[in-house]
Structures are given as structure tokens and as C-alpha cells.
């Protein structure tokens, strides 16, 4: 698989120009979001935005670009025709588009939602401090526990309102693009 992997000749300039159109569209108002939920300072939440938008960017293009090569060619073509002409030849394929919208947009969200928990917790302030006032291990054990599924909770309607909030807006500017 790896020996067919080649540099392309002709680069996408338009598609990577809206990726970085809808990645700074969306850092803001996932910033926003985290920042008002999530009760984060303003410059830790656009981090963490930043964060989470540019490696579930990442994670995204290289998915992509494993999944490309073992597409079809009716289904190739009609990618190249959308990526570089913005057009379909096929009626059939919107209805695919559709399809692959929602399950972008579901695992964009399970990925944001994993990548802000997993920098929530590994860059909290609170894992290098000392607790003063050693407690009993069951109460600590049950706080812990609480608290853990009350921030799970917290993240997960966070990330979710974070991700549909922007994938509107990069669905607007989609629509108004195609006018």
C-alpha cells in the first residue's frame, strides 16, 4: 500500500484554503464555547480549541488520504470533480455526500470529545499539587468519582454544542458559497 504513495502534482490550493477558512471559523466559536461552559479562562479555551480543531484536523486529512486510494473510481472521480471543480456528475452521489456528512460530523465529534478530555486532564493545575488534608480513601474515592462523571458529562454537551455550532456555521458559508 505504502509504494503507491506518491507526491501529487497538482495541489487542491481551493480545498486547502477553505480548511484553513473553516478552521479559523471554528476555533473562535468553540474558543467561545469552552469558554463560557466550560467556565475556562479566554486564552486556555481558544487553546484548547486550537488544540482539538488542529489535530482532529490532522487526524481527518490523514484518514482521508488512506481511504482515497481504495475508493472506487466512479467514487474518485466524482471526489476530484467536487475538490477541484465543485460539481457532480452523478445525482446519486449527493445522497452519499449526505450520507458521509453525518458520520464526519459524529466522528469529528467523538474525536474532539476524546482529544479535550485527554488535555483537560493531562494539562490540569491540579495533578502536581498537594492535598493538604488527607481524607478517608472511600470519600475520596467516591469524590473523585463524581467528579470525573460530572466533567465527563460537562464535556460531552460542551463538545457537542461546540461541534454543531461550528459545523452550522461551516455549512453556511458552504450554502452561500454554492449561490
Given amino acids: 500500500m505504502f509504494e503507491d504513495l506518491t507526491i501529487p502534482r497538482i495541489l487542491p490550493i481551493g480545498a486547502i484554503l477553505f480548511n484553513l477558512l473553516f ?9 467561545y464555547i469552552y469558554h463560557k461552559r ?8 481558544v487553546f484548547y480549541a486550537i488544540a482539538v480543531n488542529s489535530f482532529s484536523g490532522v487526524i481527518g486529512w490523514v484518514v482521508f488520504f488512506f481511504v482515497e486510494p481504495v475508493l472506487p473510481i466512479p467514487i474518485k472521480a466524482e471526489l476530484i470533480n467536487y475538490i477541484f471543480f465543485n460539481i457532480f456528475r452523478s ?3 449527493q445522497s452519499v455526500l ?3 456528512t ?18 483537560v486532564f493531562t494539562l490540569s493545575e491540579d495533578i502536581g499539587k498537594k492535598q493538604e488534608e488527607p481524607q478517608p480513601l472511600y470519600r475520596q474515592k467516591i469524590r473523585f ?4 462523571r460530572l466533567q465527563d458529562t460537562n464535556l460531552v454537551t460542551t463538545t457537542l454544542i461546540a461541534n454543531s455550532l461550528s459545523y452550522t456555521a461551516i455549512t453556511i458559508i458552504l450554502l452561500i458559497r454554492n449561490r
Fill in 23 to 31: 478552521l479559523l471559523i471554528a476555533i473562535p466559536i468553540e474558543g
Fill in 38 to 45: 466550560l467556565n475556562f479562562d479566554k486564552k486556555t479555551s
Fill in 91 to 93: 445525482t446519486n452521489t
Fill in 98 to 100: 449526505i450520507l458521509t
Fill in 102 to 119: 453525518f458520520i464526519i460530523f459524529f466522528s469529528t465529534f467523538l474525536m474532539k470529545f476524546f482529544l479535550l478530555r485527554l488535555f
Fill in 145 to 148: 468519582i463524581s467528579k470525573i
